[in-house]
């Protein structure tokens, strides 16, 4: 299995001929390989995690592409096709088992309405958290896509974050709203909790692929 890691919150996965795209959004330039997709995977309805822009090219591209997100983001995708995913479900697309974990974005203010979130464990190997910090109970996670840099994100606890799930493997994503210093800064903070379970933390710049 090889993860792909694109602008801000966006990785493709790939395994035996088969793709899987998690949150296609706003900081991420289209995706122009779309070869071998099984499936879709959208954590909450903000629109760094997705557009109508980026799925209508998608779907375009892959016709009857099956599309896995909350309530919300069916709502707010209403002309589209989408199956509604809670935590404690686990789906299958094509090589991907998905297993949903989480249900709430983390708080940006009191004043800003919460929404829904899923974090998604794909074949029992990569955990993405989209914009939580919701740990997998009772998994043993080999690489955890771990956020670097939100307005709901303080680095102490992204840290202790990556601390609680203890992954063999991480790298950042979630970045694009940060200075390069910030990301590099925010990178070694984390390279530093995950080397404290004997774990090895990666840095992915756009583009860039890490076998799993």
């Keep these: 299995m090889r993860v792909t890691k694109f602008e801000h919150a966006t990785l493709r996965v790939d395994i035996g001929g088969d793709a899987l795209i998690i949150d296609p959004g706003t900081f991420t330039s289209p995706l122009d390989d779309l070869s071998g997709l099984v ?10 995690h997705w557009t109508p822009e980026h ?14 997100a909350p309530a919300g983001v069916a709502a707010a995708a209403a002309d589209h096709e989408i199956t509604v995913v809670e935590p404690g479900e686990t789906v299958s697309a094509g090589r991907f088992t998905l297993r949903f974990f989480g249900g709430d ?3 940006i203010h ?5 929404v829904q979130n899923v974090g998604v ?10 914009d939580s910090y919701a740990v997998p109970e009772g998994v043993e996670i080999d690489v955890l896509a771990a956020p ?3 307005p709901w994100l303080k680095i102490g606890e992204a840290m202790d974050f990556v601390l609680a799930v203890k992954p063999r493997r991480a790298f950042g994503v979630h970045d694009m709203t940060l200075s390069v210093i910030g990301r590099d800064m925010h990178r070694a903070r984390l390279k530093w909790a995950t080397e404290q379970h004997g774990g090895e933390f990666f840095q992915l710049d756009p583009g860039n692929s890490l076998d799993l």
Excluded: K, M, Q, W
Aim: aromatic letters at 6%.
């Design 39 to 48: 499936a879709v995977v959208i954590t909450h309805e903000h629109p760094d």
């Design 148 to 150: 670097l840099g939100a």
């Design 105 to 107: 974005h983390e708080i």
């Design 55 to 68: 799925l209508d090219r998608i779907l375009r591209a892959a016709p009857g592409t099956p599309v896995f």
């Design 110 to 114: 009191s004043s800003l309405p919460r």
């Design 121 to 130: 464990l794909i074949n029992d190997e990569l955990y993405y958290p989209g």
